[in-house]
């Protein structure tokens, strides 16, 4: 089975400070991650892929298989940043379907 | 004009009645999927499709059935709604999952 986990619901941060937001997985294969963004009153986003190794937005994810995480980084949060976000994964096993995780409400305050 | 379409965007029925949830995509992907949010737990997957002849359930797909009718055409039903399922559905394509899905703007479903 595969599972996500982001275990923190609501993360509030400063604006110009550090962001982490974190996510651990269960999968017992290679994996692939994403994270996903909800602004408010729209729809979800993809925002990145592990296998991309991009960065979007000033937000950079690195897969880290010895701790099975994914966490989502940013060095210098803006007010723009407040949304809601999804960790998810996929697994071949999985039938190449998403898992999400319960999500994480970042908040920026000025 | 949005890739995935989903019809209504708000809707409030009673209990006991049956309902139907529509989505319509121009992306021409083959995998469709239904999802449920839900405050604290995230999304859940209802039922997923990869292609008209395939329909898999999905963690929770119990209380709900469905109908490709097409490629672009995934819809979903309550058959007799209650009031637990009161949430935001949102449907979602991808070309494979590796490239990420591309959502809807959901519906709000209230049921009373």
């Known amino acids: 089975a595969q599972r996500v986990t982001q275990p923190e619901k609501l993360l509030s941060v400063f604006k110009g400070a550090p962001v982490e937001l974190k996510c651990n997985y269960s999968?017992?294969?290679?994996?692939?991650l994403f994270w996903y963004v909800q602004y408010s009153r729209q729809r979800l986003q993809l925002l990145l892929r592990?296998?991309s190794r991009e960065s979007i937005k000033g937000f950079t994810a690195d897969l880290n298989k010895g701790e099975t995480s994914f966490h989502l980084k940013k060095p210098f949060a803006q007010e723009e940043d407040s949304a809601m976000y999804y960790c998810?994964?996929?697994?071949?096993?999985?039938?190449?379907?998403?898992?999400f995780g319960t999500g994480t409400q970042l908040k920026v305050e000025l | 004009d949005a890739d995935v379409t989903q019809t209504p965007r708000n809707r409030i029925t009673k209990t006991g009645k049956r309902i139907m949830l529509e989505c319509s995509q121009t992306?021409?992907?083959?995998?469709m999927y239904w999802y449920r949010q839900d405050p604290g737990l995230g999304l859940r997957l209802i039922y997923y499709?990869?292609?008209?002849?395939?329909?898999n359930k999905g963690e929770i797909s119990d209380g709900y059935s469905v109908s490709r009718q097409a490629q672009a055409k995934f819809s979903l039903s309550l058959e007799s709604a209650i009031p637990n399922q009161t949430a935001l559905y949102f449907c979602?394509?991808?070309?494979?999952?590796?490239?990420?899905?591309?959502f809807g703007s959901g519906t709000r479903l209230t049921v009373v």
């Open positions: 999968y017992s294969g290679s994996p692939e």
């Open positions: 992306k021409g992907h083959d995998r």
């Open positions: 979602a394509t991808s070309a494979t999952v590796n490239y990420g899905y591309t």
């Open positions: 998810a994964l996929s697994g071949m096993g999985g039938g190449n379907k998403l898992t």
């Open positions: 592990h296998i």
């Open positions: 499709s990869f292609d008209v002849k395939d329909i």
